[in-house]
């Protein structure tokens, strides 16, 4: 997922996690490992200054960064806003309530994080709103590890994609796709679109790792 510059949009009650709150996890997650900046840069696959100006609170890490971060890491995304439990063998569960997932606002996107109580997801959801209207604002195309399906709740969507011509999603219509290839999304309705995404692959760190 890719985005621009942003208005910041009331989504929930829940409160933000502060910038520095999201970089003192980061920075507590590799000095636990023992792991050096340089060290953490390589293995995470950002910068060093980056991941510098996230610990400190200076940099809001786009969904790309993120995902970079927890799998070189080796944790969940959810510890990175305080919320993930341990896994357990079987039956789990979670449950959100409306307007009570944790929220993240980078660039176009005003993120919820949902299901953030469970550690190590197979599939990471999300509900978004849009507000990105061209793409201008985007630095590169998004890609990652992982499989996305996009399902537009309200507002209408245009979803560029590396591979594919421009794909132009009303309210009810979903899209799944590699997440590897490249894409961005913004919204082509007057208001700002609302979706549920999901995205495989980030909250679950490789078994060789």
């Not at 980056?50 to 969904?63: C, Q, V």
């Not at 219509?173 to 590699?178: A, E, N, Q, R, T």
């Not at 208001?191 to 790792?209: F, K, R, S, Y």
Request: net charge neutral; aromatic share 6%.
């Amino acid at each position: 997922m890719r985005l621009a510059s942003m208005n910041t949009v009331p989504m929930n009650h829940s409160p933000e996690p502060s910038l520095a709150d999201l970089g003192r996890r980061v920075r507590q997650a590799r000095v636990a490992q023992n792991m050096t900046l340089e060290t953490a840069s390589r293995l995470c696959g950002v910068s060093r200054s980056a991941l510098s100006k996230i610990e400190n609170g200076l940099m809001s890490p786009t969904f790309d960064v993120l995902q970079k971060i927890v799998r070189g890491l080796r944790i969940d995304l959810g510890e990175l806003f305080g919320s993930a439990s341990a896994p357990t063998a079987s039956g789990r569960r979670a449950l959100t309530r409306r307007n009570e997932g944790q929220r993240h606002a980078y660039r176009g996107y005003q993120m919820e994080l949902l299901a953030t109580d469970l550690a190590h997801k197979a599939m990471l959801p999300f509900r978004i709103r849009i507000s990105a209207h061209t793409l201008d604002a985007f630095d590169d195309w998004g890609r990652h590890e992982g499989e996305e399906f996009l399902y537009v709740i309200s507002g209408s969507v245009c979803l560029y994609s590396e591979l594919y011509a421009p794909t132009h999603l009303n309210a009810g219509d979903s899209l799944y796709f590699d997440s590897r290839t490249g894409h961005a999304a913004i919204s082509t309705s007057e208001e700002d679109a609302e979706v549920l995404w999901m995205a495989t692959g980030g909250g679950v760190p490789p078994a060789a790792q």
